[in-house]
C-alpha cells in the first residue's frame, strides 16, 4: 500500500529505507542542505512521495520515495 502520510511511511522498512537512500542522494548531489532559516525569509517546502515501481512482468522492483 502506498502511504498517504509521512507516519503511515515510517511504519514500513520498506519505505523508510527508500526515504534513506533518497536523503542520502540529495545530500551526496548537494541538492539538500540543512540550514537555519535567515530572519525575514520565506522557507520552501517539500514533502514525500511514494511510488511503487514494478519490472517489466508486473512483479515489485522497488520502493521509491
Known amino acids: 500500500k502506498i502511504p ?3 507516519q503511515e511511511a515510517l511504519i514500513d522498512r520498506n519505505w ?3 526515504m534513506n537512500e533518497e536523503t ?3 545530500e ?3 541538492t539538500l542542505e540543512i540550514v537555519d532559516i535567515p530572519k525575514n525569509k520565506k522557507v520552501v517546502g517539500c514533502r514525500w512521495i511514494y ?3 514494478c519490472k ?3 512483479t515489485l522492483d522497488r520502493h521509491k520515495a
Open 24 to 26: 542520502k542522494a540529495l
Open 51 to 53: 511510488i511503487v515501481k
Open 4 to 6: 498517504v502520510l509521512v
Open 28 to 30: 551526496r548531489n548537494s
Open 16 to 18: 523508510v529505507r527508500a
Open 56 to 58: 517489466s512482468d508486473g
